[in-house]
């Protein structure tokens, strides 16, 4: 590593920006802040930016206090002025990349980013986009907005391509103890960047490309979403077997090498899992390639409402009743147990195609007080007695730690059950995912 390379992001008075201030972006610069390295945040929202002014966090896995040091002790202060980026040593991009409504990559977000970056952009500047996208992104659509400036990469400024692998909710692995892949467009690139990274991440991976570094975290959600897949898939032939499925499937896990647990599900929620390896296949598709295990694994993950709602209709015509007019209890919104998110959420999903048969859906979930999407929105409902006796049924879809699904399997009629959440109690029966109700 060239020494003059290494003193320059090794400084005491490094200024280290971070666009995107939301799970991702507001850990990375609490990390950093707490390194000793002075932050300035970045963010469209200016709510959002006030709010980490005045020590408030606006991130679940983030308390108030641990925002509030960073900018007492003058280590982090956060702004909408875009300006401000010429008084960064080194910029990270933290923003999001969803899907269009077409389901295709939508980069927009990172273009803004990269031309806020380019307007302000000097000799000397470290550029990493943390940003999931397609193999490809750094260098085809960053590298040339970057370069409008007249400097050169590697040489005038350097640019990497640094995976995030924020887990929302894991209080084990967090942003400085799991390992950091990086990869530069040129080698001083990736010297420059591990230079910087390594004062606030324990580990870091360097490799040898931003391409390298794109493609293994599209690998490590697709990794996730094919095996999700392959176990919802399993669920499906399970259920045409009669056996149940998580008997089998916690069978399996008890062979300690050469099988890793996955859980079947009412369907894939976030904005990573579900999102990211659509950003693959369709790069592919620019290459004349078809992805096909994605798409199968998509095809399958994306019917799994249609299942679990299958299975509402099923339970409910044991008992002589239609959808149509029954009340539906839907317990947890969130795309994942013991989060607030609802992003993707497959429980919006359940709602919408039971609501779609004419029944009438309330929902409870304590992390999400009030559900919002698409122009429609849903109150939450409290847990009480009255509720879970009033209901025909309640399908738990979303498992929060914090509910008690004991008490809904014994006070509600018929009880749906996704998420093995009502496992060894005793008093139902067992039969695939309708654990409680009228026998076939
Ligand atoms: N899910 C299943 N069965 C499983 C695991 C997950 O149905 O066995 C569902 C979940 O309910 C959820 C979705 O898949 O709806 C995604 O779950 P997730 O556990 O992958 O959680 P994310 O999307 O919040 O975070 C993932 C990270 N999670 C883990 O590694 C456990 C990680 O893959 C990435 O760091 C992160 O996405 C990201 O930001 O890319």
Redesign the pocket.
């Known amino acids: 590593m060239s020494q003059k390379l290494a003193e320059r992001f090794q400084k005491e008075d490094l200024i280290f920006g971070v666009i995107g201030l939301g ?2 972006g507001l850990p990375l610069a609490i990390e950093a802040a707490r390194s000793g390295i002075r932050v300035l945040g970045f963010d469209v929202k200016a709510s959002v930016a006030e709010g980490i002014n005045q020590g408030f966090s606006h991130i679940q896995d983030l308390t108030d206090d641990e925002i509030g040091e960073q900018v007492r002790a003058g280590r982090l202060e956060a702004t909408t002025d875009m300006a401000r980026l010429a008084e960064c040593d080194a910029i990270s991009i933290c923003v999001p990349t969803p899907l269009s409504k077409t389901r295709d990559p939508d980069v927009s977000f990172i273009f803004a980013a990269t031309e806020a970056v380019s307007g302000a952009l000097k000799p000397g500047q470290l550029i990493v986009l943390e940003s ?1 996208t397609y193999p490809g992104t750094t260098r085809e659509v960053v590298l040339p907005e970057l370069e409008k400036s007249g400097l050169i990469v590697g040489e005038d400024f350097f640019l990497c391509f640094s ?8 209080t084990v692995w967090m942003t400085k103890n ?1 390992p950091k892949v990086i990869g530069g467009v040129t080698a001083a690139c990736s010297q420059a960047g591990v230079s910087l990274y390594s004062r606030f991440f324990d580990t870091l991976v360097p490799v040898s490309s931003t391409e390298a570094a794109e493609l293994t ?1 599209i690998l ?2 697709t990794f ?2 094919v ?2 897949g392959l ?2 898939e399993v669920a499906l032939i399970a259920d045409r077997l009669g056996v149940d499925v998580w008997e089998v499937i916690d069978a399996a896990a008890t062979k300690p090498f050469g099988f890793m ?14 999102v ?1 390896p659509h950003y693959l296949s369709w790069k592919m598709r620019t290459m004349n390639y078809k992805t096909r295990f994605i798409d199968v694994a998509s095809e399958i ?1 994306s019917a799994m409402p249609e299942f679990v709602t299958g299975k509402v209709w099923e339970a409910l015509n044991r008992a002589g009743k239609a959808v149509k007019g029954s009340k539906v209890l839907v317990v947890g919104v969130a ?3 013991d ?1 607030d ?1 609802v992003r ?3 429980a919006v999903d359940v709602i919408r195609l039971l609501e779609g048969d004419g029944a009438e859906v309330v929902y409870h979930d304590p992390y999400v007080p009030r559900l919002e999407e698409d122009g429609s929105s849903w109150e939450g409902q409290d847990l009480t007695d009255e509720l879970l006796s009033s209901v025909d049924v309640a399908v738990i879809v ?1 498992n929060h730690s914090n509910v008690d699904h004991g008490r809904i399997f014994e006070l509600a009629p018929i009880v749906v059950d996704t998420r093995n959440a009502t496992k060894g109690l005793d008093g139902g029966f067992q039969e695939g995912w309708i654990v409680k109700g009228p026998r076939a």
């Open positions: 799970y991702v999931t995976p995030e692998r924020v887990d929302p909710g894991n799991t975290k490590e959600n996730r979403a095996n999700i176990v919802n647990k996955f859980t079947p599900g009412p369907g894939l929620g976030g904005h990573c899992i579900p990211d993950n795309y994942k147990p989060i998110d993707e959420s497959p979303t």
